[in-house]
């Protein structure tokens, strides 16, 4: 006699074709969905390396901007500056000439 009895119940102990097909299924289906996974986190590390690589680049070259635009406005405001010379010195070197009308 293969029966046991747990918990109030009889068991059947024998193995059939039946509980190998299922035993084999869950093997394969576990084994499957962990390969999946492990591809699926190896491909992700690659996606976060290379994300990580072009955020460097790109702060790079955002700090290279802010120093070139900082530049252009120290250039700008001279410029500024010297027009407004240049403005005055013309100013004061038209004097009214006597005679001319205003």
């Known amino acids: 006699m293969t029966d046991r009895q747990m918990m109030?119940?009889?068991v059947d102990m024998k193995m059939s074709l039946g509980n190998l097909i299922t035993i084999g299924t869950v093997v394969a289906g576990?084994?499957?969905?962990y390969a999946v996974i492990s591809t699926g986190v190896d491909r992700t590390?690659?996606?976060?390396?290379?994300?990580e690589t072009r955020i460097e680049r790109l702060e790079t070259q955002n700090g290279?901007?802010?120093?070139?635009?900082?530049?252009?406005?120290?250039?700008?405001?001279?410029?500024?500056?010297n027009i407004d010379r240049v403005a005055?010195?013309?100013?004061?070197?038209?004097?009214?000439?006597?005679?001319a009308p205003r």
Not at 30 to 33: E, R
Request: cysteine-free.
């Open 8 to 10: 109030g119940m009889s």
């Open 64 to 81: 290279d901007v802010r120093d070139r635009m900082t530049r252009m406005e120290v250039t700008l405001s001279n410029m500024a500056i």
């Open 45 to 51: 590390k690659i996606d976060v390396t290379k994300l």
């Open 88 to 99: 005055r010195y013309v100013d004061s070197t038209q004097a009214p000439r006597p005679g």
């Open 30 to 33: 576990i084994s499957i969905s």
